[in-house]
């Protein structure tokens, strides 16, 4: 079993930075696939970035060059460093964890862990 915890969401004005934090519980973090998600209103969940137990990246097409993923195994922790934030990216940010190691599908339903979700706001 994995818990985890989101921070650093808040407002924040078109153009400018957040970095988002998700603390995993368990002695095997290394082992994960990692994701960050956003669900906006009306919308379903989607996939904004993962890492595999690797480190290889993957992002979806509109956070490219704007968004980092990364990991810290020691600290069993996982980020998602956002820049130059634009309205659309406002959303609730989810952490999801996959027990496989391996990304796979990036669909929501295919992840075994969450978080509790952190809210962004951009505003214009």
């Known amino acids: 079993q994995v818990q985890l915890v989101e921070s650093g969401g808040g407002l924040v004005q078109a153009g400018g930075s957040l970095r988002l934090s998700c603390a995993a519980s368990g002695r095997t973090f290394g082992t994960y696939a990692m994701g960050w998600f956003r669900q906006a209103p009306g919308k379903e969940r989607a996939f904004v970035a993962t890492v595999n137990w690797a480190g290889t990246l993957y992002y979806v097409d509109d956070v490219k060059g704007r968004f980092t993923i990364s990991r810290d195994n020691a600290k069993n922790t996982v980020y998602l460093q956002m820049n130059s934030l634009k309205p659309e990216d406002t959303a609730v940010y989810y952490c999801?964890?996959?027990?496989?190691?391996?990304?796979?599908?990036?669909?929501?339903?295919?992840?075994?862990?969450w978080g509790q979700g952190t809210q962004v706001t951009v505003s214009s």
């Open positions: 999801a964890a996959k027990s496989s190691g391996s990304v796979g599908s990036v669909h929501y339903s295919t992840w075994d862990y």
